[in-house]
């Protein structure tokens, strides 16, 4: 759909009777207002007064159970605005970035989820590099922390300048049409800023409002930003402003030459002398939590100020008017309609990011590598070699279950341990790009899993290899391979369903580990014979649903399946549970072991198989932070499906 702009008004935004709650309380207060083309739009106030909320609200999303109503359009006929719509660019609070991509290739990957080809993509990037002043650490990794002198990552203000360049990345659309109704400047996205300065010092912080600003001119396009307390120099550069109390009730909305000298009409006159409007502006905002008279005080006078704004009416809340229903209103723009890339090219995307992250990052796989290789090497120490006899010492059997069973929980656990982690970095970055409908949540799993499995497989490959050459195991070299992969595969896909279902990485790491935990303990079978017993009911449930479980019982087969023990004088007392089995097979039937190898190998897969499965699903069911609300005359949460 090419929805169509008056030419007067192409580039602003609108809002009326915009308010934000959950269940009885209120976090943004009915509202109207406007934020114009090519002016910076500065949303001030105390904390936790809603001006976040508000932002989100403005660009189509609400907090999780909150309930949004009012209306956000772009111009007379533009029904609908938003991140989702494809017109809005929300730059957030310190989301973070893929460490391992350089800001050229995050740009252009950003670029190219907004349906640019690769070719296209690569040459915004360059420009856009240059536009936000990044030239210099370009093809520098964008690391997860600022290093220094060493040449590795990139400060807080030149990440906020990277956020700036994606959140425009990709808006001038090769595919439509070049008419000369159709300049680039109506073809940008409103930018909504939330805390840009947050973390900077006074330099960077007017550096990167500045450049807020001068995008937003150059575009023709409305900016807004939160901000908590500009400084001077900041406040020098914001066209208008929309103060809002606590409550989120607005102030006052409109030019900021204007605020000092309506404020002193309501008998609040700022000194000017050495003062800071904007510290001022916020004090007078504030409660003070001090004493109950002084927040009493505050209150009262909030409340008058939040009084009169409303009195004035939409004049004072900037010039705002509803959206018309009719589609004749002269001169016609063309706005953007809202875009999606396929499936396909989405996961080729998607897949081509997690592979340079996960490859890249060689500080890490080195780590990996050594921890793993010195994991088999003192298994080796800790177990010794077996003897390589036809037959069996029935004193190692033991051993050998216990050497199985810790092989099998480790691999297990660093798998799921390393999906946790690797997913609770990048849940922000996916969240961001989800709100704006880039792709599924099934398509994400899908080019992950893809990516980034098979090295957790490889790795314990080869702690398998390192086992089997220093323990001299029965089993086939193959199979423990096979079997160590399996268990961390499918470890790692219940760590990407565990992370997809949680909020953050904390969340992640206190789910995760009670999980695998109760894996450990429903898989683990008694080396010595003495747990044969079945268990039932809820048990039962739990040990099928564990994926050590499987890949115990099928090593368990590739150990002992048709051996042949042999039992030293006096060995029998120590066998306990063993002591009567004369054959490998006696001894599974002693362990409990009643699946065959190859049921126990497809019940792994199918597990892994599930994993990633419920990964897929809870992706699509679970909301990020943030959540699509549908702005229109009265705006209803939609549940986010993509
Ligand atoms: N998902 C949510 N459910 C319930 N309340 C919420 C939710 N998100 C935010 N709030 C509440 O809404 C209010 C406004 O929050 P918001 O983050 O918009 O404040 P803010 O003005 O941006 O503050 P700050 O400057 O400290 O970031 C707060 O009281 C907060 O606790």
């Not at 969240?431 to 792709?439: D, L, Q, S």
Request: neutral net charge; proline residues 4%.
């Amino acid at each position: 759909m090419i929805t169509e702009l008056a030419d007067s008004d192409a580039g602003s935004i609108h809002w009326h009777g915009l308010a934000v709650s959950v269940g009885s309380q209120v976090l943004v207060a009915p509202q109207s207002g406007s934020a114009h083309a090519g002016r910076l739009l500065a949303v001030m106030g105390p904390s936790g007064a809603g001006k976040s909320v508000l932002l989100h609200a403005l660009a189509g999303l609400a907090p999780a159970r909150a309930v949004v109503s009012g209306s956000v359009w772009g111009s007379p006929d533009a029904e609908s605005v938003g991140v989702a719509e494809g017109n809005m660019a929300l730059m957030e609070q310190d989301v973070p970035f893929f460490s391992e991509l350089t800001p050229r290739e995050t740009i252009r990957f950003a670029a190219e989820l907004e349906g640019l080809s690769g070719a296209a993509a690569a040459k915004e990037a360059a420009a856009l590099v240059r536009r936000v002043g990044l030239e210099h650490v370009a093809d520098r990794k964008v690391g997860e922390r600022y290093l220094g002198g060493t040449g590795q990552g990139l400060s807080g203000g030149e990440q906020r300048r990277l956020a700036l360049a994606c959140a425009i990345a990709g808006e001038r659309h090769e595919s439509l049409p070049s008419t000369p109704a159709f300049s680039s400047h109506c073809r940008a996205k409103t930018l909504l800023a939330d805390e840009p300065t947050t973390g900077l010092d006074t330099f960077q912080a007017a550096e990167v409002v500045q450049l807020l600003r001068e995008l937003g001119i150059a575009r023709n396009c409305a900016t807004i930003m939160t901000i908590h307390q500009p400084r001077s120099s900041v406040w020098g550069m914001i066209d208008d402003v929309l103060l809002l109390g606590p409550g989120g009730r607005a102030v006052y909305s409109g030019p900021t030459s204007a605020v000092l000298t309506y404020i002193a009409g309501l008998g609040h006159e700022c000194p000017r002398e050495g003062v800071n409007p904007a510290d001022f502006l916020i004090d007078l905002i504030s409660v003070h939590t001090g004493s109950t008279a002084a927040a009493e005080e505050d209150m009262c006078r909030i409340a008058r100020l939040a009084g009169a704004c409303a009195a004035q009416g939409e004049p004072r809340q900037a010039a705002c008017f509803l959206p018309s229903t009719s589609s004749d209103s002269g001169s016609k723009r063309t706005l953007l309609p809202a875009r999606r890339l396929s499936e396909l090219r989405a996961f080729c995307l998607l897949f081509g990011r997690a592979w340079m992250q996960t490859s890249r990052d060689k500080a890490t796989n080195f780590a990996r590598l050594v921890a793993t290789a010195g994991l088999g090497f003192i298994f080796g120490a800790q177990f010794g070699t077996f003897d390589s006899a036809e037959a069996l010492s029935a004193g190692s059997i033991s051993s050998r279950v216990a050497l199985l069973s810790f092989g099998c929980i480790s691999m297990a656990f660093i798998g799921e341990m390393r999906a946790l982690d690797r997913f609770a970095k990048e849940k922000k970055v996916i969240g961001r790009e989800r709100a704006a409908c880039h792709y599924s949540g099934a398509t994400y799993v899908a080019a992950k899993a893809l990516a980034e499995l098979p090295s957790d497989g490889l790795f314990a490959c080869l702690f398998a290899l390192i086992v089997h050459l220093r323990c001299g195991l029965r089993t086939p070299l193959l199979d423990l391979a096979g079997l160590c992969g399996l268990i961390a595969l499918a470890c790692a896909a219940l760590g990407l369903a565990i992370g997809a279902a949680v909020p953050n990485g904390e969340r992640a790491m206190a789910t995760g580990v009670p999980v695998m935990s109760l894996h450990m303990l429903t898989g683990i079978i008694d080396p010595a014979g003495s747990a044969a017993h079945q268990p039932s009911g809820v048990m039962l449930t739990l040990r099928a649903l564990s994926p050590i479980r499987y890949a115990l019982e099928a090593l368990c087969h590739a150990e002992l399946d048709g051996a042949k023990l042999q039992r030293s004088p006096g060995e029998a007392a120590k066998l306990g549970g063993l002591a009567m089995a004369s054959s490998g097979d006696a001894v599974l039937a002693r362990l409990g072991i009643t699946r065959s190898y190859r049921e126990a190998v497809l019940g792994l897969v199918a597990l892994l198989a599930l994993h990633l499965l419920a990964a897929m699903i809870i992706m699509a069911f679970f909301q990020p932070s943030f959540r699509r609300a549908r702005a229109g005359r009265r705006a209803q949460l939609v549940p986010l499906r993509c």
